[in-house]
């Protein structure tokens, strides 16, 4: 499978794509779209605990859109640094935020201004803002120090960036020497043709 992007690819076009899509589940979570959404979907799907789910804000769970349960790997260490890369509505994010505890640190990585603002807003409402960051950012150029992470968490959201070795270099780079990755994504099993991967709005599907 390819790890990047056709050499005549609008970069742009499809971030933009996936940043308005994405922008439209901040603003619209009970909207139409391509993939599944909500707390009932996360606990019957994705097996997440319903109890943890129905502690966080309401409007986290409705707009979280992920692929799968990257908590399910391991628990998060307490005290530990993590960031959550396409953090969106802040689901996977205050899950974690909990987890480390008040001695920890919880930084959501995302490119879309609506998910950001509503990832705030729930740290806030989950009263977990003072372990909590949300940064402007992309997963090929994390806003993060070199090794100043214990676990990197990301669901669904490396599939949507064009270039994959650019993402995990990052995403090594910011890893102390010992840390992991916990992630959930979407495979293929067989190469597109270049025609689909050209096309801004298939990535962002």
Same mark, same amino acid.
């Given at each position: 499978?390819?790890?990047?992007?056709p050499?005549?690819?609008?970069?742009?076009?499809?971030?933009?794509?996936?940043? /308005?899509?994405?922008?439209?589940?901040?603003?619209?979570?009970?909207?139409?779209?391509?993939?599944?959404?909500?707390?009932?979907?996360?606990?019957d799907?994705?097996?997440?605990?319903?109890?943890e789910?129905? /502690?966080?804000p309401?409007?986290?769970?409705?707009?979280?859109?992920?692929?799968?349960?990257?908590?399910?790997?391991?628990?998060?260490p307490?005290?530990?640094?993590?960031?959550d890369?396409?953090?969106?509505?802040?689901?996977?994010?205050?899950l974690a935020?909990?987890?480390?505890?008040?001695? *920890?640190?919880?930084? *959501?990585?995302?490119?879309?201004?609506?998910?950001r603002?509503?990832?705030?807003?729930?740290?806030?409402?989950?009263?977990?803002?003072?372990?909590?960051?949300?940064?402007?950012?992309?997963?090929?150029?994390?806003?993060?120090?070199?090794?100043?992470?214990?676990?990197?968490?990301?669901n *669904?959201?490396?599939?949507?960036?064009?270039?994959?070795?650019?993402?995990?270099?990052?995403?090594?780079?910011?890893?102390?020497? *010992?840390?992991?990755?916990?992630?959930?994504?979407?495979?293929?099993?067989?190469?597109?043709?270049?025609h689909?991967?050209?096309?801004?709005?298939?990535?962002?599907?």
């Amino acid at each position: 499978m390819a790890l990047t992007h056709p050499a005549t690819f609008d970069l742009e076009a499809m971030r933009a794509e996936v940043q /308005a899509t994405y922008e439209q589940v901040a603003g619209d979570p009970e909207g139409i779209y391509h993939f599944h959404r909500g707390l009932d979907y996360a606990v019957d799907y994705l097996l997440y605990d319903r109890d943890e789910l129905e /502690a966080l804000p309401i409007e986290a769970t409705q707009s979280f859109a992920g692929v799968g349960n990257p908590h399910r790997i391991a628990k998060l260490p307490f005290g530990a640094t993590v960031v959550d890369v396409g953090s969106g509505a802040g689901t996977d994010l205050l899950l974690a935020a909990r987890q480390v505890g008040p001695a *920890g640190h919880a930084i *959501g990585v995302d490119m879309t201004p609506g998910m950001r603002l509503l990832a705030r807003e729930n740290a806030v409402r989950a009263n977990l803002i003072d372990r909590v960051q949300v940064r402007d950012g992309l997963a090929e150029a994390l806003p993060l120090e070199d090794e100043s992470v214990d676990v990197v968490l990301s669901n *669904g959201v490396l599939n949507l960036v064009a270039d994959k070795v650019k993402a995990f270099t990052e995403i090594r780079r910011v890893l102390r020497l *010992g840390a992991r990755i916990q992630m959930s994504d979407v495979l293929l099993n067989h190469d597109l043709h270049e025609h689909e991967r050209a096309n801004p709005r298939l990535w962002a599907a």
